[in-house]
């Protein structure tokens, strides 16, 4: 994942908007020191890189390193680095913050992929556009990490069609009429359509859209629409989002989507990141 150096200076200075008082004060900011990141439970690690670079712009020479998406047991060292106890001092909360964050989305993440493919090995996880503003990048490689993939990273990506869309050109007949035109002017991109009712689906499918997303559309019912439809259909896609979680991934994952939309990922509780730093 690309980090601009910029972005590494927006992180150090939302936590250190001048200096860090509080090493200065106790004439620490000279003296070499070592820090230690540490996880205090089982997890996927995610984001050392992103902390290699803040180290690298604040002075500190990074020892070890433990790339994202590898799997570190409780107490397994994530990063280390060495160098002035001021520079120490000023990476260590904006890294830990990093860390725990990005490892806690990563090793959920990697939960409900397991318990997705468990149930259908070919099921694609795939995270929303809903994420906290500003963590983007970050929330992006956590959830990769993990093994899941980006649903779309932006407006500009695939054509997704919304009910919202559908009421403002004057309803699902117009959608059916307009997606000819679509099919023209967007001839390298997807076009995809929200749905609910398998009647909706065929019909959307008959006019030529690539695929369909299920929004809130119970398991059980998915599991009697989507064989039909895929046989019908055997080059549409078609997904299934709303209120899908860790819990029910693998019930959504038999009803044989391509995929499983969903945004619960970047709500993950953050791993319990530990700090050791010492003089040397």
């Known amino acids: 994942m690309f980090m601009s150096t910029d972005e590494v200076d927006r992180l150090i200075k939302e936590d250190v908007p001048y200096i860090d008082l509080t090493s200065r004060s106790l004439g620490i900011h000279g003296q070499a020191g070592k820090i230690v990141y540490f996880t205090r439970e089982d997890a996927v690690v995610c984001g050392t890189e992103e902390v290699e670079m803040i180290f690298k712009r604040l002075g500190i020479r990074t020892e070890e390193l433990v790339p994202s998406g590898t799997f570190v047991r409780q107490g397994g060292e994530l990063i280390s680095g060495t160098g002035k106890g001021c520079d120490i001092n000023m990476a260590w909360k904006v890294g830990q913050n990093i860390l725990d964050h990005c490892s806690g989305i990563a090793t959920k993440t990697r939960d409900m992929v397991r318990a997705a493919k468990a149930a259908n090995p070919n099921i694609a996880i795939l995270t929303t556009r ?65 749905a609910s009712a398998y009647g909706e689906a065929k019909l959307l499918c008959e006019a030529g859209v690539d695929g369909i997303q299920f929004d809130k559309v119970p398991a059980q019912v998915l599991r009697d629409m989507i064989p039909r439809l895929r046989e019908q259909f055997p080059n549409a896609v078609f997904l299934a989002a709303g209120g899908i979680n860790e819990a029910n991934a693998a019930e959504y994952a038999g009803t044989k989507v391509h995929g499983i939309v969903t945004t619960s990922l970047y709500n993950a509780e953050p791993i319990d990141v530990g700090v050791r730093i010492n003089p040397l």
């Open 130 to 194: 809903k994420g906290f503003p500003g963590t983007k990048s970050l929330a992006i490689k956590a959830i990769m990490a993990g093994g899941a993939t980006p649903h779309r990273l932006g407006l500009s990506e695939t054509v997704l069609i919304f009910k919202q869309h559908i009421d403002y050109i004057g309803g699902f007949e117009a959608l059916l009429a307009k997606v000819p035109e679509l099919r023209v002017e967007c001839c390298e991109k997807k076009i995809l359509v929200e």
